[in-house]
């Protein structure tokens, strides 16, 4: 049985930025944000591109298994890394994080459950109503610094290399994107941002914002940034149990 869902998903260009190199893709079975490398070539066509290349591969109303969308995932890279040039390096290259949770089906294990994937730093969050869980970990250079115990996660959000990732789709021909498959649960709400919406909310303020349950989520979300500041593209979709069962 298909547990429903309902989606809230808003994106927004913020207020410095001319161009938003955010896209997302949020219909069932996949959830998920794309942020175009800023500063490099395209980024925008590159996020876009790879929410448009799952589409294909996942498309809606199916359950995809999770070998499946690993090799979806791989495909958009492919789609990513083909809008540069094969001489092309650095910042001439087009690149996008990508960043969500897909429904999937175990076959060994004859159920449906939720994959969270991660390539880049945008971040999935869980809510169960009282706390928020992070789902992912950064692959950037200043997470690398958190992990390694050379800075706290305070000193991570003003550092100077915080914008530098670490993964990224079209960055390479070949992708390592995380995996993490999380058993059924229809109480759990997941929130996918890109790092416009965290450079600027800290967690406790995300949670208190969920803790009033709005109408729209994604939407109040992207506001508070955009009021806080909203120095850069900010996307949210917000994933969270229907009042009713399928």
């Known amino acids: 049985m298909t547990s429903r869902v309902e989606v809230s998903a808003r994106s927004d260009t913020g207020a410095v930025r001319q161009i938003n190199e955010d896209s997302y893709l949020a219909q069932d079975p996949v959830f998920v944000v794309a942020d175009g490398m800023g500063g490099h070539a395209r980024g925008d066509v590159a996020s876009r591109t790879a929410v448009e290349s799952l589409a294909r591969t996942l498309p809606a109303g199916t359950t995809p298994t999770p070998e499946e969308v690993i090799r979806s995932i791989d495909e958009a890279n492919a789609a990513v890394r083909a809008l540069s040039d094969a001489e092309e390096t650095g910042a001439a290259v087009a690149g996008t994080t990508l960043t969500?949770?897909?429904?999937?089906?175990?076959?060994?294990?004859?159920?449906?459950?939720?994959?969270?994937?991660?390539?880049?730093?945008?971040?999935?969050?869980?809510?169960?109503?009282?706390?928020?869980?992070?789902?992912?970990?950064?692959?950037?250079?200043v997470q690398e610094l958190v992990d390694a115990g050379l800075i706290s996660p305070e000193q991570a959000a003003v550092h100077p290399e915080r914008n530098?990732?670490?993964?990224?789709?079209?960055?390479?021909?070949?992708?390592?994107?995380?995996?993490?498959?999380?058993?059924?649960?229809?109480?759990?709400?997941?929130?996918?941002?890109?790092?416009?919406?965290?450079?600027?909310?800290?967690?406790?303020?995300?949670?208190?914002?969920?803790?009033?349950?709005?109408?729209?989520?994604?939407?109040?979300?992207?506001?508070?940034?955009?009021?806080?500041?909203?120095?850069?593209?900010?996307?949210?979709?917000?994933?969270?149990?229907?009042?009713?069962?399928?």
Do not use: K
């Not at 994604?218 to 508070?224: H, K, R």
């Open 164 to 246: 530098v990732i670490t993964r990224a789709l079209g960055a390479e021909d070949f992708v390592d994107a995380d995996s993490t498959l999380l058993g059924p649960d229809e109480s759990r709400t997941f929130l996918v941002c890109s790092d416009g919406l965290v450079r600027e909310l800290s967690d406790e303020t995300i949670a208190d914002i969920l803790a009033g349950d709005p109408a729209d989520p994604a939407a109040v979300l992207v506001e508070a940034a955009l009021a806080a500041g909203g120095h850069d593209n900010v996307t949210v979709v917000v994933v969270r149990p229907a009042a009713g069962r399928d």
């Open 100 to 141: 969500g949770v897909v429904r999937v089906r175990v076959p060994e294990r004859a159920a449906e459950e939720w994959m969270v994937v991660n390539v880049g730093d945008s971040r999935v969050y869980g809510w169960d109503g009282r706390e928020l869980t992070r789902l992912t970990v950064d692959h950037s250079a």
